[in-house]
Nanobody, 126 residues
Framework: QVQLAESGGGLVQAGGSLRLSCAASGRTFTRYVMGWFRQAPGKEREFVVAINWSGGITNAADSVKGRFTISRDNAKNTVYLFMNSLKPEDTAVYYC???????????????????WGKGTLVTVSS
């Protein structure tokens, strides 16, 4: 079992930056691909970015490429989402997720995630 807990959400002005963290419990953190999804009000949950177990390979949605960066610290069982140049349309609840394969993230919602966090709200004001 893996339990995920997000933190770092809040209110930020457009053009600003924010860092989200996701702390994972359990000893098998390095077995999992980790990633972030988001769900804006009235919209479906969507894939944002994912990172493989070593941190060497990342995948990102086109809407955040060049602005959002994901990284992980396996010693701390934590994954981070660095969000720059934030836009009002980035406003959403951001969820951390863990699963065994990257394609399950990039092909969401065709594939479900093994583990989800409860989410953290990011609000970008214009």
């Amino acid at each position: 079992q893996v339990q995920l807990a997000e933190s770092g959400g809040g209110l930020v002005q457009a053009g600003g930056s924010l860092r989200l963290s996701c702390a994972a419990s359990g000893r098998t953190f390095t077995r999992y691909v980790m990633g972030w999804f988001r769900q804006a009000p009235g919209k479906e949950r969507e894939f944002v970015v994912a990172i493989n177990w070593s941190g060497g390979i990342t995948n990102a949605a086109d809407s955040v490429k060049g602005r959002f960066t994901i990284s992980r610290d396996n010693a701390k069982n934590t994954v981070y989402l660095f969000m720059n140049s934030l836009k009002p349309e980035d406003t959403a609840v951001y969820y951390c997720a863990a699963d065994s394969e990257t394609y399950r993230f990039t092909n969401y919602p065709r594939y479900g995630m093994n583990y989800w966090g409860k989410g953290t709200l990011v609000t970008v004001s214009s």
